[in-house]
């Protein structure tokens, strides 16, 4: 009986830390909107372009609409669709939600979106396989002096997870999930937003009051676009072949 009674008590204890856990990964999003505001922001984006992509149950979405931009356009994949409609009624009529793939539009599609004042990008980059591609895309699609709001899942592993390196989920997976091939470290991360480009990189204190699973693999971060054209840019187009394009749209 004794023991019976030990092993429920274990079970639930497990079951809470899960369950702080995944709290704690939704409550970043509140202070990183703060630190946004705080570092970069007025009281208002009204003159402002603003693309979210991933907006998922439109927390972000809500908050970012709080400062009242010129236009959202935001970005989800179909299978968002039911999660999508319980907040919908949220834009307005300028706004636009699109059910795309942003990183895969056509070169037209790509063009016509425009550029942005502001990119709000958490929770989605670690769901791709190109990564570092992805993140030229949003560099492309801000306007000069422009701020692009990350946040992402890193490395668990702790005795790599410092190194500036990408771990390969092959053949295993990572919690079981499809949609993720490989996990950049923190470093690798903020490497990779320079050679596209991006400046002014500031990590977000954000994680501080969570649990320390959360603050030692999830990165959140704010950069900037200094410039139309960066001599570090990594990706350019392919000389020898016109029709293949690394980094951005014809």
């Known amino acids: 009986m004794f ?31 703060e630190d946004l505001k705080e570092l970069f922001l007025n009281e208002s984006l009204e003159n402002s372009r603003v693309l979210e992509i991933g907006p998922k149950d439109g927390e972000d979405t809500h908050r970012i609409l709080s400062l009242n931009p010129k236009e ?16 919908k009624s949220l834009l307005r009529k300028q706004d ?6 942003f990183m895969y539009l056509e070169n037209k599609d790509f063009r016509d979106l425009g550029k942005f004042d502001l990119i709000y990008f958490t929770g989605v980059l670690y769901h791709n396989p190109e990564q570092l591609r992805f993140l030229n895309k949003l560099y492309e699609k801000l306007n ?35 949609t993720i091939s490989h996990l950049p470290s923190k470093k690798a991360v903020t490497s990779w937003l320079e050679m596209v480009g991006f400046s002014n990189i500031r990590i977000s204190n954000c994680y501080d009051k969570e649990n320390f699973n959360v603050r030692a693999t999830r990165l959140a971060l704010i950069a900037e676009k200094k410039q139309e ?3 570090q840019v990594y990706y350019e187009k392919q000389i020898k072949n016109s029709d293949y394009f690394i980094g951005g749209s014809s």
């Open 144 to 178: 000069s002096g422009g701020i692009l709001v990350l946040e992402t899942a890193t490395i668990r592993n702790p005795f790599i997870r410092r190194l500036n390196i990408v771990q390969i989920w092959h053949p295993q997976t990572y919690r079981n999930t499809t």
């Open 3 to 33: 023991n019976f009674l030990i092993y429920i008590l274990k079970k639930i204890a497990r079951k809470l830390k899960r369950q702080s856990s995944f709290d704690g990964m939704y409550a970043y999003r509140k202070y990183l909107f």
């Open 96 to 101: 636009k939600l699109i059910i795309d793939n």
């Open 229 to 231: 054209k960066s001599q």
């Open 72 to 87: 959202l356009i935001l970005f989800d994949l179909p299978d968002k669709t039911n999660e999508i409609k319980d907040w």
